[in-house]
């Protein structure tokens, strides 16, 4: 079996809404003290227009049942990352 989970700094209220408004059927996990993502190594800082920030590098994690990091999808193609995720476990 799988068990897909999203991840954000993010608090509970904005997940709620977020899973609503696109009718995910998977639970996001709020990481508003960043433990998870800095210990993933995905929280960092960014750059866009030429402004620098501090934010999450989007990557999917595929971890198995003993919980050891199968896979990182480094550049997450959102609109086609379920595709992506099962290119991997058919392999």
């Known amino acids: 079996g799988i068990v897909v989970l ?3 700094v993010d608090d509970e ?10 009718s995910l059927p998977f639970p996001l996990l709020a990481d508003t003290d960043k433990q998870i993502v800095e210990a993933y190594g995905v929280w960092g800082e960014k750059n866009m227009y030429g ?14 049942e003993t919980g050891v990091i199968s896979h990182i999808i480094e550049k997450v ?6 595709a992506q995720v099962l290119e991997l476990l058919q392999s």
């Open 6 to 8: 999203g991840v954000s």
């Open 13 to 22: 209220k904005s997940h709620q809404k977020f899973i609503t408004k696109h």
């Open 51 to 64: 402004k620098k920030y501090m934010g999450i590098s989007r990557k999917t994690f595929l971890i198995d």
């Open 77 to 82: 193609d959102t609109a086609n990352s379920t």
